[in-house]
Nanobody, 115 residues
Framework: QVQVVESGGGLVQPGGSLRLSCAAS????????INWYRQAPGKQRELVAA???????NYADSVKGRFTISRDNAKTTVYLQMNSLKPEDTAAYYC?????????WGQGTQVTVSS
């Protein structure tokens, strides 16, 4: 059974930092691309950051220079380090594990940036 579980969300002040974790099991983790999406109320889900199995990364323009995605294949976990957070980063963040037609989602973790 495949499980994808996000953690690390919470309430943070503008300019603060959070680190999200995405732990996956039931798959050959190292060959899956892992993507972080977010969805704010009333908005479409958007891709925030992605990392391939061999470590290539890609970021949305809105988070470049502030967010860093990384993976630890030994721990079957991907991290999203979020710095200099802005109120517009407030959203539910979802982890997605994808390889060809295999596509698995977590339940999401809420990030709220507010003073």
């Amino acid at each position: 059974q495949v499980q994808v579980v996000e953690s690390g969300g919470g309430l943070v002040q503008p300019g603060g930092s959070l680190r999200l974790s995405c732990a996956a099991s039931g798959i050959i983790f190292s060959i899956y691309a892992i993507n972080w999406y977010r969805q704010a109320p009333g908005k479409q889900r958007e891709l925030v950051a992605a990392i391939t199995g061999d470590g290539n990364t890609n970021y949305a323009d809105s988070v470049k220079g502030r967010f860093t995605i990384s993976r630890d294949n030994a721990k079957t976990t991907v991290y999203l380090q979020m710095n200099s957070l802005k109120p517009e980063d407030t959203a539910a963040y979802y982890c997605n594990a994808r390889r060809f037609s295999n596509n698995y989602w977590g339940q999401g973790t809420q990030v709220t940036v507010s003073s």
